[in-house]
Every structure is written in structure tokens, then in C-alpha cells.
């Protein structure tokens, strides 16, 4: 296993295009997590997954963004008609168990977006 | 007021020198993590804490629940040390995803 496997590593879109990144977790971790990162700042939590349900989502996740998770395993993250103020980077995260239990949370590299 | 606090928030420093990282958090957390982010954004997990003390290699971290507070410790820095370490919290009874706070910049000057 290589870890949290995000495509693609960068992207650059015209505003008002949609965009789809794609994130590969750890084969056997149940969670699956998406934040954004703007310049500067920590990541900002936007929703996770806990096998194909998606259990919470921020007040952050605009109804432009959506995520999937359909089988458990890959997810994605769209965003549609795209913003300037949706350049960021994306990050995935993925981990075991849940609450009290939580082992492995490992990130992925991360998908940079830049609306122009 | 963001939920974690770190300090400083770029840290420059000799080689071989001690270094210490703080944050500090206002919720009730299940559990406390330090990452280091290097440049290009690749995130790496050092530690997971709910209490007491960590260490792996040069590394060591810290927690007091009691006052809210995590430190992050690197005896004998190197300049392969330079990252920025961000420490990120889970909240009890809050959503599952981390808080994280702004990082801290650390460059070790050969």
C-alpha cells in the first residue's frame, strides 16, 4: 500500500468550469476525510466519510461542492461552477476506526486548484 | 478567536538547537495531533495524543488536558527539520474532522 493517493496534483481551471479530484485511501481504513488549505493558513475541515456515508459536512461545503464515496473505497470531491475563491489545496485524509479508536490517520499529498 | 492557538508562528533557529512548539486549544478534545507540512503540501502525522508524553527519535510531545496545551519538542535540529508543524485537535462531541491551527514555521539554519 502507498498511502493516500490523490489525483490529480495540480489542476488550473477557468472560472465557472467544474472540476472532479479523486482520492485513494488506505485500502483498509473506513474514514475518509476532505479539508481545504488557502495560503498561509491550517487545513479547514470539509466533510468525512465513514465507509459509503457521508456523516458530516462543514458549513464550509457550499452547494457547489459535492463528495462521493459510492463503494467505500475512492472518493471524489466536485466543485462546479468554480470561484476565484476556490483556489486552494485540497487534502485527503484516511484512518481506521472512529471516536475514541482512531488509528493511522494518514494525509494524501494533496490536489492543487487554481481558478483563473 | 480560532479554537487552537500556536506560537510562534515562524521560528528560526541554529542548527543543534532545542527547539519548542506550542499550542493551545479551547475545547474538549478526544485527541491531539502534530503534523509537519513540507513544502508542496504533503502532510506527514508525527503524533496522536490524549495525554501524558510522546517520543520518537528526536522528537517528543506533550500534552496537559487540564490546561489545554500541547508542546512539540526537537532536540538536536537539523536543517531537514524545516517544515511547518501544525497542530490539529478533535473535538469531543464536535464533528469528526481535526481543527487545525495555522502552523508554526520552523527554519534550521545550518
Known amino acids: 500500500d502507498t498511502g493516500v493517493s490523490q489525483n490529480p496534483r495540480h489542476k488550473i481551471t477557468k472560472r465557472g468550469q467544474n472540476v472532479t479530484f479523486r482520492c485513494d485511501p488506505i485500502s483498509e481504513h473506513n474514514r475518509l476525510y476532505w479539508y481545504r488549505q488557502t495560503l498561509g493558513q491550517g487545513p479547514e475541515f470539509l466533510t468525512y466519510?465513514?465507509?459509503?456515508?457521508?456523516?458530516?459536512k462543514s458549513r464550509l461545503l457550499s452547494d457547489r461542492f459535492s463528495a462521493e464515496r459510492p463503494k467505500g473505497s475512492f472518493s471524489t470531491l466536485e466543485i462546479q461552477r468554480t470561484e476565484q475563491g476556490d483556489s486552494a489545496m485540497y487534502l485527503c485524509?484516511?484512518?481506521?476506526?472512529?471516536?475514541?479508536?482512531?488509528?493511522?490517520?494518514?494525509f494524501g499529498s494533496g490536489t492543487r486548484l487554481t481558478v483563473v | 478567536k480560532n479554537e487552537v492557538e500556536q506560537s510562534p508562528q515562524n521560528l528560526t533557529a541554529q542548527e543543534g538547537e532545542f527547539i519548542t512548539i506550542n499550542c493551545s486549544y479551547s475545547v474538549g478534545i478526544s485527541a491531539l495531533h502534530w503534523l509537519q507540512q513540507h513544502p508542496g503540501g504533503g502532510i506527514v502525522s508525527l503524533f496522536m495524543l490524549s495525554s501524558g508524553k510522546k517520543k520518537h527519535g528526536r522528537l517528543i510531545a506533550t500534552i496537559n488536558i487540564q490546561e489545554k496545551h500541547s508542546s512539540l519538542h526537537i532536540t538536536a535540529s537539523h536543517p531537514r527539520d524545516s517544515a511547518v508543524y501544525i497542530c490539529?485537535?478533535?473535538?469531543?462531541?464536535?464533528?469528526?474532522?481535526?481543527?487545525f491551527g495555522k502552523g508554526t514555521h520552523l527554519i534550521i539554519q545550518p
Open positions: 466519510f465513514q465507509n459509503e456515508a457521508q456523516l458530516e
Open positions: 490539529a485537535v478533535r473535538s469531543i462531541g464536535g464533528a469528526d474532522g481535526l481543527t
Open positions: 485524509a484516511s484512518s481506521l476506526g472512529g471516536g475514541a479508536r482512531l488509528y493511522g490517520y494518514t
